[in-house]
């Protein structure tokens, strides 16, 4: 039960911290995901032919 515990303290520390990763850029998280919705958009308009 002492390991729960203690990995649980480790977790709350690193939220504290933040866990941001250098390498992560906002910009280009945010710039791929865009291209992939509007991919995803742009099959799922493909496939309803339809209307």
């Known amino acids: 039960m002492m390991n ?4 649980a303290a ?5 939220a504290a911290e ?3 990763h250098n390498s992560l850029n ?3 998280t945010g710039g791929s995901a865009l ?3 509007l991919l995803l958009l742009w099959i799922t308009t493909r ?3 339809d209307r």
């Open 18 to 20: 933040g866990g941001n």
């Open 47 to 49: 496939f309803n032919r």
């Open 35 to 37: 291209v992939i919705l």
């Open 10 to 14: 480790q977790m709350v520390t690193l």
């Open 26 to 28: 906002p910009a280009v």
């Open 4 to 7: 729960l515990h203690s990995a």
